[in-house]
């Protein structure tokens, strides 16, 4: 049931607008699949939420960040004693190549908050891996990939 219904752009920009006309004191950080966890953690790292005292409801962000920060969800694992298969979190193309030489293909590459794995894949080859790692970066909006 909704009072109002926005049909808008999901961005930044356009969500801020939106609670601050609404003057909305919560919004839930689960509703939207990533394209909302991505928000939300926006919305918490620059401070709006703070700013505006609306309260993050279903995951906050130290548990959005656990989930969808690859080496912080690696890191958590293994924390708890889960296994792992290897992998290193990387910025560049280069180093993805260096890595993969190191644990042989096949590959799979998953950039950081990206929405249902966009950008990602399995690389059976370097040719591969550097198409896939390429357009991973690029898609990341925080830039790393896992290998």
Known sequence: ????VYIEPLTLDVVKKIIEIEKSDSILSTLGGQTGLTLSMQLAEC???AEHNVKL?????ETIHKAEDRQALKDTMEKIGEPVIPSKVVETVEDAVDFAKVIH?????????TPGGTGGGIANNEE???DIATNGLRLSPITPILV
Do not use: M
């Not at 049931?1 to 109002?4: D, P, R, S, T, Y």
């Not at 293909?105 to 908050?113: E, L, S």
């Open 1 to 4: 049931l909704a009072n109002k």
């Open 47 to 49: 401070g709006f939420l």
């Open 57 to 61: 409801l279903g995951a906050n962000p």
């Open 105 to 113: 293909y096949p590959v799979i590459v998953r950039p950081a908050f």
């Open 128 to 130: 591969e891996l550097i």
